[in-house]
T-cell receptor, first 112, second 113 residues
């Protein structure tokens, strides 16, 4: 079945760029998403990319999609301590009932 | 502004109790979801509903049931709480129209003693 995988931890220094990677198994995904979860809170949509795009930029965030390798990445420029959170990658396979397949989440720690 | 509200942020219950977790959304969304989140396991789908009175099992429905009597409200029921149901529970909703964005509540951290 469909699966989404991402590494569990990433540690960076404040001011550096962070790159969080994700791979997915099924090339029929229509949209791919990045969600952010701050401690003790629910998930909040950060950004999404349609499967026919290669790149999407939104202020400090850059999403890159490599469909051939089924690889999605989220780059955060000039990472701040407030970016410390868990980041979830999710894939939408177009089912009418709205199910998304989530990765296990990458915990980003930003050291001052 | 989009809002998904879970009735409790923290809940402590005893083994064997019947537990109700409530979720309300104000976006007139057809789809609603219940997940549990555990460290290292990510989000696991318990149940979802795509319409009033409709429900579908997710990946881990055992020990849980759901109720959707009104479009805006989706309840998760633990018939007889057990310690292995201690977890963070997250509710979400989405619309079947347009980009499939799930909007999440703040979560309920349930401890079963």
């Amino acid at each position: 079945g469909e699966d989404v995988e991402q590494s569990l931890f990433l540690s960076v220094r404040e001011g550096d760029s962070s790159v969080i990677n994700c791979t997915y198994t099924d090339s029929s995904s229509t949209y791919l998403y990045w969600y952010k979860q701050e401690p003790g809170a629910g998930l909040q949509l950060l950004t999404y990319i349609f499967s026919n795009m290669d790149m999407k930029q939104d202020q400090r965030l850059t999403v890159l999609l490599n469909k051939k390798d089924k690889h999605l990445s989220l780059r955060i420029a000039d990472t701040q301590t407030g970016d410390s959170a868990i980041y979830f990658c999710a894939a939408d396979y177009g089912g009418s009932q709205g199910n998304l397949i989530f990765g296990k989440g990458t915990k980003l720690s930003v050291k001052p | 502004d989009v809002k998904v509200t879970q009735s409790s942020r923290y809940l402590v219950k005893r083994t064997g109790e019947k537990v109700f977790l409530e979720c309300v959304q104000d976006m007139d969304h057809e789809n609603m979801f219940w997940y549990r989140q555990d460290p290292g396991l990510g989000l696991r789908l318990i149940y979802f509903s795509y319409d009033v009175k409709m429900k579908e099992k997710g990946d881990i429905p055992e020990g849980y049931s759901v109720s959707r009597e009104k479009k805006e409200r989706f309840s998760l029921i633990l018939e007889s709480a057990s310690t292995n149901q201690t977890s963070m529970y997250l509710c979400a909703s989405s619309s079947p129209v347009g980009v499939n964005i799930q909007y999440f509540g703040a979560g309920t951290r349930l401890s079963v003693l």
